[in-house]
T-cell receptor, first 115, second 115 residues
Framework: AQSVAQPEDQVNVAEGNPLTVKCTYS??????LFWYVQYPNRGLQFLLK??????LVKGSYGFEAEFNKSQTSFHLKKPSALVSDSALYFC?????????????FGAGTRLFVKA | DAGVIQSPRHEVTEMGQEVTLRCKPI?????LFWYRQTMMRGLELLIY????????DSGMPEDRFSAKMPNASFSTLKIQPSEPRDSAVYFC?????????????FGPGTRLLVL
């Protein structure tokens, strides 16, 4: 069965420091992987996705994520955090082998960036 | 494009009452998804449609929940009768049908409180 784990409920970072939000996944086949961000009282917004090719994916707002097949991870990163990055971040996976549009979301990680 | 539109944005009702949530997907999107978000269970897929036809409703929690998509521009999620444990934020999302890796676009959500 597909699953996504975000091991940290919360990540605290000082503004200007690099940030990492962790995600590991479990699928029976090869995954499509996504990161979404949710600001207060808003729906989820797409940040980036891994489909195939280069393991380092660049997305919106300076975020990037690295696909690591051997570690089944897809950690979200940013070289220099901004206070405005404070939000709830979701990792998500689709199993391309089983097909369909069913997307499994992680529990979410709340990012706090302090000025 | 206005994005995915949901109404109402907030709903407060009493246990036992019928609740209807509405969604207008992005024009041209062939897939429509209903999600429920709670602190305890995170983001859960309830049901999704392709070309107005329900494809996977395995996430619908009980018979009290039903969803319809009478045309390409409108969908409803109905709870009858509602219970306090149905209190959550309900998101609608839509996606193009070009490929499985297409991004989902989320509406702002309906915050439901059942007293």
């Amino acid at each position: 069965a597909q699953s996504v784990a975000q091991p940290e409920d919360q990540v605290n970072v000082a503004e200007g420091n690099p940030l990492t939000v962790k995600c590991t996944y479990s699928v029976s086949g090869n995954p499509y992987l996504f990161w979404y961000v949710q600001y207060p009282n808003r729906g989820l917004q797409f940040l980036l996705k891994y489909i195939t090719g280069d393991n380092l994916v660049k997305g919106s707002y300076g975020f990037e994520a690295e696909f690591n097949k051997s570690q089944t991870s897809f950690h979200l990163k940013k070289p220099s955090a901004l206070v405005s990055d404070s939000a709830l971040y979701f990792c998500a996976v689709r199993d391309r082998r089983t097909g369909g549009f069913k997307t499994i979301f992680g529990a979410g990680t709340r990012l706090f960036v302090k000025a | 494009d206005a994005g995915v539109i949901q109404s109402p944005r907030h709903e407060v009702t009493e246990m036992g009452q019928e609740v209807t949530l509405r969604c207008k997907p992005i024009s041209g999107h062939d897939y429509l998804f209903w999600y429920r978000q709670t602190m305890m269970r995170g983001l859960e897929l309830l049901i999704y449609f392709n070309n107005n036809v329900p494809i996977d409703d395995s996430g619908m929690p009980e018979d009290r929940f039903s969803a319809k998509m009478p045309n390409a521009s409108f969908s409803t999620l109905k709870i009858q009768p509602s219970e306090p444990r149905d209190s959550a934020v309900y998101f609608c999302a839509s996606s193009r049908a070009l490929a499985i890796q297409e991004t989902q676009y989320f509406g702002p959500g309906t915050r439901l409180l059942v007293l």
